[in-house]
């Protein structure tokens, strides 16, 4: 399963960014997806997940700001990040696996990641 993410950069606080995960048509439309970031010197926390039934799940320093959602079609999943603080700077990783899996923080697989930097 190769994960691709995009959609990074620097913006200020406030401001927003939408975040793109290509994967195939098959990993996007049955695997529970989600997006981890880790921050240096902190470690890697699950940001959103979706799973098959498009059931979404937020950490509790996003929710009302982050909007996670998959095109099926396009093959995409995505991270929508509105209200950007400082706190949310940190490389951003998309996942796909079984829900308990990224639940645990233990996905199989992963993509390279994006950085994303608020200031």
């Known amino acids: 399963v190769q994960l691709v993410e995009s959609g990074g950069g620097s913006v200020q606080a406030g401001g927003s960014l939408r975040l793109s995960c290509g994967a195939s048509?098959?990993?996007?439309?049955?695997?529970?997806m989600g997006w981890f970031r880790q921050a240096p010197g902190k470690e890697r926390e699950g940001v959103a997940r979706i799973d098959a039934l498009g059931t979404t799940r937020y950490a509790d320093s996003v929710k009302g700001r982050f909007t996670i959602s998959r095109d099926n079609a396009k093959k995409t999943l995505y991270l929508q990040m509105n209200s950007l603080k400082p706190e949310d700077t940190g490389m951003y990783f998309c996942?796909?696996?079984?829900?308990?899996?990224?639940?645990?923080?233990?996905?199989?697989?992963r993509g390279q990641g994006t950085q994303v930097t608020v200031s």
């Open positions: 996942a796909a696996d079984f829900c308990n899996l990224l639940v645990a923080g233990v996905p199989s697989h």
């Open positions: 048509a098959y990993t996007v439309s049955t695997s529970c």
